[in-house]
């Protein structure tokens, strides 16, 4: 086990491990499935199974797991990971026997304010990583899901200056629009803060059973959490005491917080609705819209977002400040708005967007919200980046290469960015300075790799582990990206 790994899942493993050393043979070997899974599993996954240092254990979250997979994960373990192998304490029939407790319900997920509150903890306090010559705008944190760490790296040497552990981390990492602290939230829900002028994890705190996102106030004094178990939205002040919890009606797509105000916003993925919840008061209002907005985008400059139905077949404009749809436009294979990208072009906005079901890129003009170029992709991808220091889209085609589409004319390039041969090029982000472009290689011998991104030179590879994503605290505040 690393050394890096973060404090409060270390001793998570720790206890469970000696919990496991401590436990009488014929105790684990009970006939009675609850049994085994209190003495053994309830330290990491907790008592009602609903996670805790270790991911939820229920149905809901155990449904693309196949039922002899998380039998051989109980007896053989996971490796590079905290699972340990139970396999000289149970036999494959006690496995079975605990699977089968895993597929059974739990009731209702309930995860009340006071439950958040008793699970918030602080990290032990260690010398900060960072010092104080460092430019906290210019950090690049790299989400490595191979280990559930973040690694921070420095903005000009894109030297490591420090790593803790997250989890699985959804939804990407947000910062304070001071750049004092980023927070993660894990697809189980433990939010973690990092303390960006100190260099160190802060809190950790459990916000739900299975989480979307997590979003920042305009100020820093708020945050936001979206959870689908059980279905709700978590208000916590800016050090992670939980203030206020809202059921939601349906199965929340994103929460953002909506620029400019003071005010955050939450879109449901099966129901035609929204939700605001207004600061600092904390009221939550809800507004009827014609169809749900399970992805959406905020207009830079303007009160106003595009949204889309994974149902149907057009994008909206929807202006938030007359609670309208202004405007519509047809459209197939679903643009991943989430990811889009918006660059001024002849000084009209403009924006990218991926499309998920086609392999198309769409470029519309935002003024007109008229589609003005269809660019066939070598496959149908997931993110478009942008800066304004590059002259490209930097867009994915979920295949070892990168595209690039030269954002003056239009045109598709026919060089593109292929970091190593037969593994995933995918999710690129910007230095500051929009100078260098990061390339993550999706796979677990993977790596960060480092173009100029004017003259696509490839200048540095740094290795990780399957790094999913890559954050620069200037670029998430960035309204052309």
């Given at each position: ?40 599993c309830a330290?990491?996954?907790g008592?009602?199974r ?54 059974s ?52 040497s ?55 996102n997590v979003a ?41 917080q ?25 009221q ?20 106003r977002?595009?949204?889309s ?6 994008l ?8 309208a ?49 269809k ?21 994915d ?5 990168i ?31 929009g ?6 290689v ?40």
């Amino acid at each position: 086990m690393s050394s890096r790994v973060g404090a409060a899942a270390l001793s998570g493993c720790l206890m469970l491990l000696l919990h496991c050393a401590r436990a009488d043979p014929d105790t684990t070997a009970a006939p009675r499935p609850e049994l085994t899974y209190q003495e053994l599993c309830a330290a990491c996954h907790g008592e009602r199974r609903y996670g805790g240092y270790a991911p939820p254990l229920i149905p809901a979250t155990l449904q693309r797991k196949h039922d002899d997979v998380l039998v051989r994960s109980i007896l053989d373990g996971l490796p590079s990971t905290q699972m340990p192998a139970f396999g000289e304490r149970l036999t494959e029939d006690d496995a079975s026997a605990i699977v089968a407790l895993l597929r059974s319900s739990p009731g209702e997920v309930r995860w009340t304010l006071e439950d958040i509150a008793a699970s918030r903890t602080l990290e032990e306090p260690r010398s900060g990583a960072l010092g104080d010559e460092i430019d906290r705008a210019e950090l690049i944190l790299v989400v490595e899901r191979g280990t559930g760490s973040v690694s921070v790296l420095d903005g000009d040497s894109l030297e490591e200056l420090d790593r803790f552990f997250v989890g699985r981390i959804h939804g990407g990492i947000k910062f304070d629009h001071d750049f004092h602290r980023a927070l993660a939230v894990t697809r189980d829900g433990t939010l973690v803060q990092y303390d960006l002028d100190r260099g160190a994890p802060r809190v950790r705190v459990k916000v739900g059973v299975n989480t979307r996102n997590v979003a920042v106030s305009g100020d820093g004094q708020f945050v936001a959490v979206a959870n689908q178990l059980p279905q709700s939205l978590v208000i916590l002040d800016e050090s992670l005491v939980p203030l206020a919890r809202f059921p939601l009606d349906g199965q929340p797509s994103a929460v953002y917080q909506v620029p400019g105000r003071q005010r955050f916003i939450v879109t449901l993925r099966d129901r035609p609705m929204l939700y605001f919840v207004e600061l600092p008061g904390l009221q939550m209002r809800a507004v009827q819209v014609e169809e749900p907005f399970e992805d959406f985008v905020f207009v830079p400059g303007q009160p106003r977002l595009v949204a889309s139905s994974r149902g149907g077949h057009r994008l909206v404009l929807y202006d938030y400040a007359r609670n309208a749809v202004v405007d519509s436009l047809p459209i197939e294979g679903l643009p991943h708005l989430f990811s889009a990208s918006f660059f001024e072009r002849e000084g009209v906005l403009h924006a990218g967007f991926n499309h998920m079901g086609v392999p198309r890129l769409s470029i519309i003009d935002m003024e007109k919200f008229e589609v003005v170029r269809k660019i066939s992709m070598a496959g149908a991808g997931y993110f478009t980046r942008t800066h304004p220091g590059s002259p490209y889209l930097w867009v994915d085609s979920n295949s070892e290469s990168i595209e690039l589409i030269d954002k003056r004319t239009l045109e598709l390039q026919a060089t593109k960015i292929t970091p190593e041969p037969g593994k995933k090029a995918m999710h690129v982000e910007f230095t500051a300075d929009g100078e260098q472009a990061l390339v993550s290689v999706w796979h677990p011998e993977g790596a960060v790799v480092v173009f100029d991104s004017t003259n696509l030179r490839e200048l540095r590879r740094i290795p990780y582990a399957m790094p999913v994503g890559k954050y620069n605290p200037a670029n998430k505040t960035r309204t052309l990206r």
